[in-house]
């Protein structure tokens, strides 16, 4: 068995996010963090940056351009009808599709979207390194074959911070 | 710096400049043109009260939600409130200009037109100002609760005064959505006696706490900018815009609502009210209106470039105060003056207003810490600080 991934397990919050920064500050490549709860300190520490809200944007400008768009296809140029003497562009009534259309296709692609980049589909095989994760333990994840770059053994600054436990193992697909 | 503000007699002058100006100005609308005179009067009357008012609803949700971050602003809604009982005062002067504003109080509309005869029992002269003592009385009552038990917090301390004010605030906004439906209906919606509109007093309510918050933030910015309220920082000031993001909304989606149904709907006696405002000079207010109201601060305060800026948020706020003068252009002046006028009245009126208000407001503002001590939640918001 290749054990090629070291895991940090920790208690709490502050150990946890004392040992990222030590390890990242040290140069090493931090490979994943599991927690119970979103810590949102992870995300910044880790210097992620997400477009989300941009994407987000996008998808919504062009759902309600697309549906104004069809609206006015369909209820103007295609098949004109007077309905109680309004004008066929009956603009205003087309707002309130526009909106409920607008935020339907936004959950949809957000959704489609975030799976994408993430990598998550249903059926997916997922990796759980640690049972305890799903239970009250924090878990840091290296990868073996990145350790080289850090300055130091990543295992004592683990324990130095505070890891209850620090052992290797080979990460694979569960069913 | 100091936390308390002193009320400097250069800022008490430039007030009473102000409403030197303004009864001068109005002193003359009432000679030249009484029925304009009164339609201003009300108009800038209900403005600040509806601000005041909307500070107060601020508050309360800030007890009932026990927020957090913005426990050491609460001194500026709470000057706010201190509105409430003068616009009372000035409210009841409406008695002398009934029949300049109202349709429903000339004795031969009531003889001849079945609609106002139907409307009587609830429309009348007594009953009308019967309704206004009781909703002051009770807004007055309720507001210098919750102002006391912030003022005791800072002598006594402890969690009772907290507690207490989140008993008084869940009071106080239910009061509030009883008596400000019918105080809208009352001196703003009666001005077109023949048109109704249930959502009416619904979007009236939800102007007053979206330019009452824009006006609590314009407040909080410009105190930053001469250097109290060190602490504000971006997280609160993206929490600050976010509410006013979130209010634009909501004021657009029930504006918008009231029109499209009527429009939809297309019945005579409800869209004689948007013909109205569809015709002549008042078409300009009423896009205008939805242009300032919703379009600017929606797309201003969209991206996290711009929202954090106080810059931006300072322009939005100051452009929201004009906005609710001309949201209560659109709704007054059609009714009252049949065309649109805007001259050396309207802006006489307003300058003499806003002299009151501030007064009031500065001399309320001054009176306690503007950072309150004890508060539960102020460590929270000195340090606040958002993912």
Known sequence: MNKNHIIGVFDDEDTLMAALIEAKGKG??????????????????MGHKTRFTLAAFIYGFLGAAGVLAFMYYTAVIDWPVNYGGKPTNAFPSFIVVTIV???????????FTFSWRAKIYPGKAYILPDVRSTDDKFVLIFDKSELAKGEGNIESILRSKGAVEVYEKELEPQI | MDNKITLTKGFQYVTFAMMAVGIVIIAYGFVADPTRAWANFLLNNYMFLSIAI?????????????????????????????????????????????????????EDALATDPIIRHKSPYLNIPFFFIRMVIFFIAWVYMTRLIRNASLNEDKIGGRLFFEK??????????????????????????????????????????????????????????????????ELNKSHLLDFSRYIFMLSIVWGYFAFSQFMLIWYGNIPEETEYFAHRWNGGFKVVFYVNFFIN?????????????????????????????????DLYDQIFPGVMHHPVFGIIEIGFFVGFTGLFLLIFAKALTAAKLIPENHPYLDESLHHHLH
Request: proline share 3%.
């Open chain 1, 28 to 45: 090493f490549k931090i490979g994943e963090v599991y927690t119970p709860y979103p810590v949102h300190e992870v995300i910044e520490a």
């Open chain 1, 101 to 111: 259309i607008t935020i339907l296709t936004v959950t949809l692609a957000s959704l």
């Open chain 2, 54 to 106: 909307g500070a107060s609803f601020f508050i309360a949700l800030q007890y009932i939600s026990q927020s957090g971050w913005s426990a050491m602003f609460k001194r500026v809604p709470e000057a706010m409130m201190s509105y409430i009982p003068y616009a009372g005062i000035l409210m009841l002067l409406l008695f002398f200009g009934m029949h300049s504003l109202y349709h429903w109080t000339h």
């Open chain 2, 165 to 230: 004010s989140e008993l008084y605030s869940k009071i106080f906004i239910f009061i509030l959505a009883i008596t400000f439906s019918f105080a809208t209906f009352d001196w703003i919606m009666s001005i077109d006696v023949h048109w109704f509109s249930t959502l009416f007093s619904l979007k009236n309510f939800v102007a007053a706490f979206f330019h009452g918050t824009a006006t609590v933030v314009l407040v909080v910015i410009m105190l930053h900018e001469r250097g109290y309220y060190k």
């Open chain 2, 294 to 326: 919703w379009f600017l601060p929606f797309v201003l305060l969209l991206p996290q470039v711009l929202n954090k800026n106080i810059q931006v948020v300072k322009a939005v706020v100051i452009l929201l105060i004009a906005g609710q003068y001309l």
